[in-house]
């Protein structure tokens, strides 16, 4: 059973950082890319940044040059450094992956880790 756990939330001031990081474990082949979402309340979940295997990454357009996604494959981890943080970027963050088990590709998630920004 693959699992991803993410760590790294909680209260932050306007102007402050965070890092956010997500380990998966469990029987895994492969993860192709690994990515996070973010959900406020009465919003839609919405893309933050996603990172390919090839090292290419996608941000969210209220995201872009201030947070910045990696990964460590030998891990299989994916982080996310959130600077700059404003009180929009209040939400719970969640991580994802594409992860192959022994038969299939499975988008998998985490439970979601709070990120609140306020003075």
């Known amino acids: 059973q693959v699992r991803l756990v993410e760590s790294g939330g909680g209260l932050v001031q306007p102007g402050g950082s965070l890092r956010l990081s997500c380990e998966t474990s469990g029987s895994l082949l492969s993860v192709d890319f690994m990515g996070w979402h973010r959900q406020a309340p009465g919003k839609q979940r919405e893309l933050v940044a996603r990172?390919?295997?090839?090292?290419?990454?996608v941000y969210g357009d209220s995201v872009k040059g201030r947070f910045t996604i990696s990964r460590a494959d030998h891990e299989n981890m994916v982080s996310l450094q959130m600077t700059d943080l404003k009180p929009d970027d209040t939400a719970v963050y969640y991580c994802s992956a594409f992860i192959k088990t022994v038969d299939k590709w499975t988008d998998y998630w985490g439970q979601g880790t709070q990120v609140t920004v306020s003075s």
């Open positions: 990172i390919f295997d090839s090292g290419s990454t």
